[in-house]
């Protein structure tokens, strides 16, 4: 699944969750270093939507 860390404002693909704390691992698409959010849409979604 493709999410946008909408702090950071890039797309990754998710290879990791936590339940307790809500934080997804994020790996570039195209590969390179993973990072950590907890703040996150899909990556389809539009920033204004609903």
Known sequence: ??????VRGR???????DDTTRVVTLV???GGEQW???AFRPGNEQ????
């Not at 990754?12 to 969750?17: D, F, H, R, S, T």
């Not at 920033?47 to 609903?50: C, E, I, K």
């Open 1 to 6: 699944m493709i999410v946008k860390d909408t």
């Open 11 to 17: 797309l990754g693909k998710v290879i990791a969750w």
């Open 28 to 30: 570039p698409p195209d």
């Open 36 to 38: 950590e959010t907890d």
């Open 47 to 50: 920033a204004d939507r609903p």
